[in-house]
């Protein structure tokens, strides 16, 4: 009898604690509604897992003309792990909730949601898209930053010129999916490691295969395609499963 | 009641037969225990739910083939690590479960480790023991090392990697601040392998400070020091008025005139603010000094304090002083000393007296210090550990000032005073500490840093390298940190070298700065008429570079001392820089070399070799390379790069013989510099 009583409050505990963690972020009062929800700023960061992007996301809720409404509740939503300092707002003066985001423990992409209810209750969602990068992207990332993004990039910075302008065949930036995701691994690495002129490519990129190691390329690859937008499917035998 | 106990008695135990038959099925079902806990147990659900989810897949036949059922166990006894987490985890190395949606089985991002010679507690921490998710994940009261959360896993790397890796900027960039911001003044941070965390640069000591500055600037200083200057890396104390004012008093009364005192450069006339711009500029002030421009942006380097209202900081006599010889205030300075006329010298301080923090001081006011103020600041520098920072006149460097933190990552959670409100983990204890400390009770000392969430996390990151298991583990698992070299020039040459401070930014034999190339094996690089020249009016070689050498105004004597000892001393032993002469290299070969530059290598792309036709921005303009460099070396460097200069970005192309002899040949017929005006 007392056996089961603790099973049974254990239960109970666990079940308590379960429910507050799927509780709704705490109720807000809003004083006005809109039609529609549009982001302002902090979409497709590219960060790292478990930490908190650069930017805030910044969404504005509109009414019927298009101008910011003040004081309608924005509720955050994102799979697991990802985290918002603060979950849920009301709109601030211009329309506006600012809100912090870090990623969760998985690298790749993260749909998270911010909604906000029209005049009749009805959710308006506004999805956005976030990458985290994990290990392996990451040291593709911080190589990209010391080989590839000089001639790959074409914004400039006062530390560092983009060299794009100056190359006769353009190189494509590493979020230009609509190419890149045409390219499977093995031509991505035979770019990279034998040169333009080998693939019949620019011979203005030059071979890597005897300064940069074959993990080295393979973080470089896995990092062109965590950027990749549109976002790239590998294809083959894992993406028939889905 | 009784009598109901006694007919169930009766019922079960009544005779010899029903004893015997109740005391079987309990023995039974006592012997049920074991298998049954077994069957419910946890970690067999996770198995049954992985081998569900594998049969669904088109893998499968593969994938159950890989499947051991029970426990599954990785022991590495001289790691300490005895690891159960494959039991659950079973798609860790299972390359096509990289897609699926449940965490518990999919496969192991790439690292370069294997995961059965390393174990997951190792990186990971958790218990590694345990079987139920409960106990492996999170802190129990038998084990206070939870999961590390994945945004510090790279705490896991620092643990065994005490040199930085490029895949773990976090904790590079950890380790870099912690230097950088002086954490080790106050906290010793003693690493596995005997060495420590060193601050990388000296605060100003305080013992002239009177001579620098004004008590109200002082005051507003230590009230807020990034009010003064964004980019200050001096903490917050939030001093109250009061503290401030008597802080400020006991600092003036402690500081001392300069001995010989200071000699400001006086030179006639009105300060021209606009030639002084100009001989800033000229000066690369900004590749070290950073400063407010017209925009409202900091822009500059960050190896000076910044200058956007060092008017208000500074009095005259004392900048002009510093510039003229910055030597005699600081003999420790990383500032190199310019030889700067008088006219010079009061020009530049023209300028940098224009540039005046507006409203700074504007409020500032007050009134002479009694002796009781004086008394109370002193207490107060006492306290609050000024002394580990800067040097104070009557004041001694006080030992290990606050809490050592060599072991913090281990550290115990019993051991550690949360606030209200705040989660009960070790990581968020640390970033909380290092980011907010003053949370944690407002007398507490430890002064509020200012970082950005991302550098605290990296702090964090770095701190929680620092465990019981980076210290116990066998050594030989251990990549030690790069130990820099004592090397010091000698001679005059030396003295020179020193003089001008070519080491806050150049490196040699791996000691140095990291702001301009190393000079290594400039010796073997270089023909010394070049180099001359280059350092009579440094150009750029660049031509996309902001950071730039500045012009020292040398003597004709500095620079052939210069001179002689980087080509005598700055060799490579690889190879004589003489072993190509100019007689080797015909004009058929430089032909042949062109068409292999701009063709097969596409050097064009990164570099200058024509100003009429090539745009590459990335590598150093070639123009003019046959006066600059020594064949030997052109030809060393295109065959393998990164042997004379590691982590250049020029790739290895794997040139042959012929090819890299062709187009040496091609580079050394290079003699005119040539201009971009020219392409013009």
Known sequence: ?????????????????????????????????????????????????????????????????GSGVTGAAVYFSGRQGVVFTPAAALTDSSGQVTTNLSLGQASGRYNLTASTRDASGKNIDLTIEEIALGYQQTLGSQLNGQYCIRCHDPESTPQRVSNMDNL?????????????????????????NH??????????????????????????????????????QAGGLVYAQK | MKNRLTEIWR???????????????????????????????????????????????????????????GIQQIWLPEQQVTDRCMTCHLGLKEATLADVSAVAFRKHPVIPHSLTEFGCTTCHRGQGAATTVQEAHNATEQWEQPLLPAKYIEAGCGQCHLENLTGTPFLNQGREIISRYGCTRCHTIRRPDGTS???????PSLAHIADKTSREWVYAWIKDPQAYASTASMPNYHLSDDDARDISAFIMVQSTPMQPPLQPVKAEGQADVAAGTTLYGQSFCASCHAMQNAAGMVAGGTLGPELTGIGTKAKPGWLQDWVANPYHYDPNTTMPRYRFDAKQVATLVGFLESKIATDFVANVHLDPATPQQIEHGRRLVLENGCASCHEINGVTKPENFAPELTRIGSKPLSQLIFVEGMNRTLPDYVAAKVGNPRIFGPSLKMPQFKLTPQQIDAVTTALLAQTDRAFTQPPTMRITSVQQSKYEPAGHAGQLMKDLRCFSCHMTNGQGGNMAPDLSYEGTAVQREWLVEFLKNPETLRPALIRRMPKFNLSDTEINTLTDYILTVYQTSAFDRDSIPASDLTPAMADEGRDLFYSKFGCQGCHIADYRSDKGYIGPALAGMGKRFNAAWVYHWLKDPQALRPGTIEPNQHVTDEEARAVTAFLMSLKSAGTKQEAK
Not at chain 2, 24 to 34: E, R, Y
Request: proline content about 7%; aromatic content about 8%; charged content about 20%.
């Open chain 1, 1 to 65: 009898m007392k056996r089961t009583f603790v099973a049974l409050s254990i239960v109970s505990l666990l079940a308590g604690g379960c429910s507050r963690k799927g509780k709704q972020p705490e109720t807000l009062k809003p004083t006005a509604t809109g039609v529609a929800i549009v982001e302002s700023s902090g979409g497709k960061q590219i960060g790292y897992i478990g930490m908190q992007l650069d930017q805030p996301l910044v969404v504005q809720v509109n009414d019927a003309n």
């Open chain 2, 11 to 69: 019922l079960f135990f009544g005779d010899s037969a029903r004893a015997f038959g109740s005391a079987s099925v309990m023995l039974l079902v006592l012997l049920a225990i074991a298998p049954g806990k077994d069957h419910f147990s946890q970690w067999h659900r996770y198995q049954k739910q992985y081998l569900r989810l594998v049969r669904g897949r088109a893998d499968a036949v593969t994938l159950e083939r890989h499947f051991q059922p």
């Open chain 1, 195 to 232: 040169g333009g002129a080998a693939l019949n490519k620019s011979p203005l990129m030059p071979p890597w295969s005897y300064t940069l190691s074959k993990s080295d390329i393979a973080a470089l690859i896995s990092y062109i395609r965590a950027v990749a937008d549109p976002p790239y």
């Open chain 2, 197 to 203: 965390i060193l601050p990388d640069r000296d605060p």
């Open chain 1, 168 to 192: 006769a065949v353009k190189p494509h930036p590493f979020t230009e999916g609509d190419t890149l995701n045409k390219m499977s691994d093995a031509d991505l690495e035979a770019i990279i």
